[in-house]
C-alpha cells in the first residue's frame, strides 16, 4: 500500500501541459488548443491537456489502421503479444504510486480506493487478459469425410475506447486489455475531467515494447472527439462506458456511419435488498453504506436503492445510520478519509439538485445533504440518506451518481422484486438473506446483469460485467470480453 509520505511527495508533483498520444509520440493538438485539468481537492488547475477534435481523431485512427495493417502486431504470435503485455502489467505496478496520486488529483477518488481500484486493478486485468491469448483456439466444424470446415478467430481491426471519468485506469484497461490481446489497434478518448492516468498508461505500454501505433490516446470534449471516433469510417468497434443518452448517440452514430460494432456499459439504479434473516444486519449496513458512499457514490454498481423488509427496517436503519456517520470525508489524498471529493462543480451542483427535488416530493432527509468543506476551494458532499422513498420520485427512478441513497421498505419477498425491476436499469443488485432458497429465487428473478448475495461489489476479473434493458449490452471482464474484439471467419474447404 503506498505511504503517506509517498503520497505528499507525487502531490507536489509539476505535470504540466499534456499532448496527445498518437503513433507512440506525444503531439500537439492540430489546433493548439488545450483545456485545464481542475482539481476536485481543491478546485485549483494544476495542468492542461490537448484540446484534440476530428482531424486529431483521424491521425489516431489512421495510425492505429496503419499499424494494423503492417502486422507487426495484429499478427504478431499470442506468445509474442502475452510477452509485451506482461511487461505492461509490470510497468503499471511499478508506477503505482504515480498513477494512483495522479488520478486522485484528477478526479477526486480517495486514496484508499484509488490505489486497488486503479493501477492494481489494471495491472492485474492487463495481465489476466495477457495469459488468456495463447488459450483461445479456433474451431474444426463436425463435417462430411470430404470437407474441412475450419472456424478462426482473428481481430476486428481499429476499436475505439470511450471510458468514464470515476475510475478512468480500471474501466479502460478492462477494454484497452482484451482489445490489444486479440490483436486489434486501439484510439482511446478520455473523460475530459480525467485523461491524465490513461496519457500515463499510453507511455507505459510504449515503454513495454508495444509497437507505435497501436495504442493511441486523443484528449479532447466529448461532443468533438467522441462524436469523430463514432462517425469514423475506419472504426470497426466502439466500447463505451457512460451515460445512456451518450451510448443513444453512438448507436446512431454506428448506422450514420460504417455499422461499426458498439459495445455499451451505461447507467444503473441497483438495487440493495436486505431480508430480515439476513445473516448480520450490522456487516450488511457497513457494506451497504460503502457501497453507496465510497468515490462519493459515483460507482456505475453502487446500491443506490435500498431496500428494507419491514421487520428489521428501524434496527437496519440504525445500524445504517451508524456506519455512514463514520465515513470521514475530506482531502482524497489523505489516507484518514474514507470519502473524497466529487470528481467536478457541476457533477456537484447536479447531486444538489437531486436533493432539493427529493425533499420537494416527499422524501425525508435522514442525514447530509449539504455541500462541505467549502474553505477548501474542492467539491465535497455530505453522504446523504433519504427514506419514505416512492417509486414514483426521481430519486428512485433516475442515476444520481452521486452519494446519495434512497430507502423503501418492503413487506414480502414478490414486493420486493417488483421494486428491484421497477426501472429502466438492469446493471447490479444485491440481496441479504440466510436463506439458500431465497436467495436463488431472487437471482432468477431480478432483472440484473450482475446479484451479489451477502455483499456488495468485489468480483473481480474472472466474471463478466454488464447490464440488461437500458444499462447496455456486451460484457467487460472475464475471458467472454474477449468474444467483443475477435471476428469469425470460416473456412469450407473440399478435400
Avoid at 511499478?94 to 495522479?102: G, M, N, S
Avoid at 455512514?324 to 456537484?348: C, F, H, I, W, Y
Avoid at 416530493?361 to 465535497?380: D, F, N, P
Amino acid at each position: 500500500m503506498i505511504s503517506q509520505n509517498a503520497i505528499e511527495t507525487l502531490r507536489k508533483t509539476e505535470i504540466g501541459a499534456q499532448g496527445l498520444f498518437i503513433d507512440g509520440v506525444q503531439v500537439e493538438a492540430t489546433s493548439g488548443a488545450s483545456l485545464p485539468v481542475t482539481s476536485p481537492i481543491d478546485g485549483r488547475p494544476f495542468a492542461s491537456i490537448a484540446d484534440g477534435n476530428a482531424a486529431d481523431i483521424n491521425r489516431a485512427v489512421k495510425s492505429a489502421r496503419k499499424a494494423f495493417e503492417k502486422g507487426s502486431w495484429s499478427r504478431a504470435t499470442p506468445a509474442f503479444r502475452k510477452k509485451v503485455l506482461t511487461k505492461f502489467a509490470e510497468l503499471v505496478e511499478k508506477h503505482a504510486d504515480e498513477l494512483a496520486v495522479l488520478g486522485v488529483r484528477d478526479n477526486g477518488t480517495e486514496i484508499g480506493m484509488a490505489y486497488k481500484a486503479e493501477p492494481l486493478s489494471a495491472a492485474g486485468t492487463i495481465r489476466y487478459y495477457a495469459e488468456a491469448i495463447d488459450k483461445v483456439y479456433g474451431e474444426i466444424a463436425p463435417t462430411a469425410e470430404n470437407v474441412l470446415g475450419l472456424i478462426h478467430k482473428e481481430p476486428l481491426g481499429v476499436v475505439g475506447v470511450i471510458v468514464p471519468w470515476n475510475f478512468p485506469l480500471m474501466i479502460g484497461a478492462w477494454k484497452i486489455a482484451p482489445a490489444l490481446a486479440a490483436g486489434n489497434c486501439v484510439v482511446v478518448k478520455p473523460p475530459e475531467i480525467a485523461s491524465l492516468t490513461l496519457l500515463r498508461l499510453a507511455e507505459l505500454a510504449s515503454e513495454a515494447g508495444l509497437p507505435a501505433g497501436v495504442l493511441n490516446v486523443v484528449t479532447g470534449r466529448g461532443a468533438v472527439t467522441g462524436e469523430a471516433l463514432g462517425l469514423h469510417m475506419d472504426v470497426d468497434a466502439i466500447a463505451f462506458t457512460g451515460s445512456g443518452p451518450v451510448g443513444r448517440r453512438l448507436l446512431e452514430y454506428s448506422a450514420r456511419s460504417n455499422l461499426k460494432r458498439v459495445f455499451l456499459e451505461l447507467g444503473g439504479k441497483s438495487p440493495n435488498i436486505v431480508f430480515a434473516d439476513a445473516p448480520d444486519l450490522k456487516q450488511a449496513a457497513v457494506v451497504s453504506a460503502n457501497g453507496i458512499f465510497r468515490n462519493s457514490g459515483q460507482v456505475c454498481v453502487a446500491g443506490s436503492r435500498l431496500l428494507v423488509q419491514s421487520a428489521v427496517y428501524d434496527r437496519f436503519m440504525d445500524e445504517l445510520l451508524q456506519a455512514t456517520m463514520r465515513l470521514k470525508v475530506g482531502d482524497p489524498l489523505d489516507l484518514a478519509n474514507d470519502v473524497g471529493a466529487v470528481s467536478s462543480a457541476e457533477q456537484l451542483d447536479k447531486n444538489l439538485g437531486f436533493v432539493a427535488r427529493a425533499t420537494e416530493e416527499g422524501a425525508r432527509l435522514v442525514t447530509g445533504g449539504q455541500r462541505m468543506l467549502t474553505e477548501t476551494g474542492g467539491s465535497y458532499m455530505a453522504p446523504t440518506i433519504f427514506e419514505n422513498v416512492t417509486q414514483d420520485m426521481q430519486l428512485a427512478r433516475e442515476e444520481v451518481f452521486g452519494p446519495v441513497l434512497g430507502v423503501m421498505r418492503f413487506e414480502t419477498e414478490e414486493e420486493a422484486v417488483r421494486l428491484a425491476n421497477s426501472t429502466v436499469y438492469g446493471l447490479a443488485s444485491a440481496v441479504w438473506t440466510a436463506n439458500l432458497s431465497t436467495a436463488h429465487r431472487m437471482v432468477r428473478a431480478i432483472n440484473a446483469g450482475v446479484v451479489h448475495v451477502n455483499t456488495y461489489g468485489g468480483a473481480d476479473i474472472t466474471v463478466p460485467l454488464g447490464g440488461v434493458k437500458q444499462s447496455g449490452f456486451g460484457r467487460d471482464k472475464s475471458l467472454h470480453a474477449l468474444e467483443k474484439y475477435l471476428e469469425l471467419k470460416t473456412a469450407w474447404i473440399a478435400l
